[in-house]
């Protein structure tokens, strides 16, 4: 169900509008483009994850702090470290195969509290 069938795409005053929050593009106002600060413990929730990845596997660390730089470093170490690509999403780092036992170890030696 719909809650509004007709959608502002673009306003020829402002240019292209966001879908989410509806201000225009360059001032958009949504929660995705907030930064967070890196709090000095941070939790990690380690997942494995196979359901609409064709059946492989991918490690999932949830959980993360909405910071860019932050998590574009972390996923760039833990890639290199463990010779694996990945990728990185908003608040979360995903990384191809099953590398739970590693990423503990890795995560646990800068002081990060690993759940799951």
């Known amino acids: 169900m719909r809650r509004d069938p007709v959608r502002l795409v673009y306003s020829t005053a402002v240019g292209s509008v966001c879908a989410t929050c509806g201000w225009p593009a360059t001032d958009c ?6 930064e967070e600060k890196v709090p000095s413990k941070v939790v990690v929730k380690l997942r494995l994850e196979k359901k609409g990845r064709g059946g ?3 490690t999932v660390l949830d959980g993360l702090p909405r910071n860019s730089d ?3 470093g972390l996923g760039k170490e ?4 463990l010779g694996t690509g ?3 999403g908003e608040t ?3 990384l191809q195969g099953d590398h739970r036992a ?3 170890r890795i995560l646990s030696e800068r002081n990060f509290l690993v759940k799951g």
């Open 29 to 34: 106002k949504c929660s995705s483009r907030l």
């Open 56 to 58: 492989k596997t991918v």
């Open 70 to 72: 932050f998590l574009e």
């Open 78 to 81: 833990l890639k290199k470290l």
């Open 86 to 88: 990945g990728t990185a």
């Open 92 to 94: 979360l780092i995903e």
């Open 102 to 104: 590693a990423i503990r």
